[in-house]
């Protein structure tokens, strides 16, 4: 037990830095990036995010010599929750490029606040987990903060609840699905054909290209 304690740690602090590297960028790096593509169509935007996250997806997939892991998801359970998934991840990445495009990131702050609290109550629900006395009142001080951030912004926050709880679902059901995260992401990514046909479409087409704005004439005095 004592020669897996530096194992432990050295798998914690890369595990640390994953979770730094990935919340900077789903924090701050991706919504400025898709703020950029204000004007790009939401499916066009998916459809890309689709078919790139499939390619390297697949890539890795076979440079790490784990092709075989992807045929042996044969077992009618395993797919069906994984479409399920799948399709709460949709739902998810839908919201966030619409809100994000459209001037709502504060919105998707609040999603994504809120989001842990109702992976904890899904995990006590579901799953039958346990809270200690701190972790109970951190859990009290988020929801106050979700609460007055609410109350400020005022009406239904309707897209921070989306975001909350179909991430907050897709995380229960890929805790419950037996497949390794690489895998199980790998298949999320299977409708890449489907994305991909469509982009294929629009380039042939032009019909993600929008008519360019048209400068405006100054008002002249009548003579």
Known sequence: MTDDAPSRRRQHRIGLLYALGAFTAWGIVLPIYLKALGDVPVPEVLAHRIVWGAFFALALVASLGRRRELRQLVVPRTLALLLLSALLVTINWVTYIYAIGSGHIVDTSHGYFMNPLVSVAL?????????????????????????????????????????????????????????????????????????????????????????????????????
């Open 123 to 223: 995990g006590m629900v579901a799953l039958g987990e346990r809270l200690r006395t701190l972790q109970i009142a951190a859990c009290i001080v988020a929801a106050l903060g979700v609460a007055v951030l609410a109350a400020a912004t005022g009406g239904l926050p309707w897209i921070a609840l989306t975001l909350a709880f179909s991430f907050g679902f897709y995380g229960l059901v890929r805790k419950v699905v037996a497949v390794e995260s690489l895998i199980g992401f790998t298949f999320e990514a299977s409708v890449a054909p489907i994305a991909g046909v469509y982009l294929l479409w629009l380039a042939a087409t032009g019909g993600s290209r929008r008519p360019p704005r048209l400068p405006a004439i100054p008002a002249t005095a009548s003579s």
